[in-house]
């Protein structure tokens, strides 16, 4: 009776084998995809900027779980786990090749959500545009321009969209990486009679003036360095400056070293020009005369 029970209770295993290889496939995946997706939306929640950016990322990670189970229950029927293991990594390296870009785009807003190499409102250089961020998607950076119009670094006002699948190829530069301020320079050339003392303490009188509160905050004070030029003496004025008000505290800076320098008999500002010495030429008579 054993022998004979054996038998049909091996046939019938080997009849609902694939059935039930299938439903244990479509269980586990499910159940590490509801994990994985509460997992992921609790932390990203915490992280991201917007929730709405975490809402898309779930909903599409919620659609590449979906097309996982659906492939892997398909092939899970077949009850051969060596061809499960083939198709799924076909079925990986197609999608992988055919949605390269939008997968490295997702990949690189997780860059930037976990590890904020910038944020809204900073001031940054992507791909040779500099601009504000004012927002940043599951696609897209978005960037106010600063320049483009304009020379300087006044805001433009007008939008780049930078796709995010670029950014782990190019070199981002953070105008507020590790804090609000930066170093900024007003170059002054002044003639070789000026006195370059007065001149620097001028130069030094007007940034304290201008980035009185700034130096506060900081506790960095503006200095100078000097060099010689071909036709005077350059002088570079450094502080620290607000990365979004660069523009305008240079400006003011400028303004405020104008109207010190014209009020002071010390200093004289160089600028290319020629001058012509007339020297008349002495007449000496004949040696033989």
């Known amino acids: 009776m054993s022998a004979e029970f054996l038998i049909p209770a ?3 295993l080997d009849a609902y084998r694939r059935p039930v290889l299938g439903l244990v496939t479509i269980a586990v995946l499910w159940v590490v995809s ?4 509460r997992t992921a939306r609790r932390y990203l929640e915490k992280k991201a900027y917007k929730k709405e950016n975490v809402q898309n990322f779930i909903f599409v990670l919620r659609y590449v779980w979906f097309g996982v189970i659906v492939v892997f229950a398909l092939v899970s029927f077949s009850g051969s786990l060596a061809a499960m293991g083939i198709s799924a990594a076909f079925l990986g390296m197609i999608m992988g090749w ?6 490295t785009g997702i990949a690189a807003w997780l860059m930037i959500v976990l590890k904020r190499p910038f944020k809204i409102g900073d001031r940054v250089i992507i791909n040779g545009v500099i601009g504000d961020v004012t927002d940043i998607t599951l696609t897209h950076v978005v960037l106010n321009q600063v320049g483009g119009t304009v020379g300087g670094e006044e805001k433009s006002g007008r939008g780049v969209l930078i796709p995010n699948a670029i950014l782990f190829q190019q070199t981002i530069l953070n105008y507020a990486y590790e804090s609000q301020y930066i170093l900024d320079e007003v170059v002054v050339m002044v003639t070789y009679g000026s006195d370059a003392d007065s001149a620097e303490k001028i130069l030094l009188a007007v940034a304290k003036s201008v980035t009185e509160k700034i130096i506060d905050h900081t506790r960095k004070q503006p200095f100078v360095r000097l060099e010689l030029a071909d036709s005077g003496i350059r002088l570079r004025l450094r502080y620290q400056t607000l990365a979004v008000e660069r523009q305008r505290i240079s400006s003011e800076i400028v303004r405020e070293i104008i109207r010190a320098f014209g009020a002071s008999d010390k200093v004289e500002f160089c600028y290319p020009h020629t001058e012509i010495l007339y020297r008349p030429k002495e007449l ?4 033989n005369a």
């Open 10 to 12: 091996s046939r019938f």
């Open 34 to 37: 509801q994990v994985t997706m």
């Open 98 to 103: 055919s949605l390269q870009a939008p997968v």
């Open 284 to 287: 000496h008579p004949p040696p």
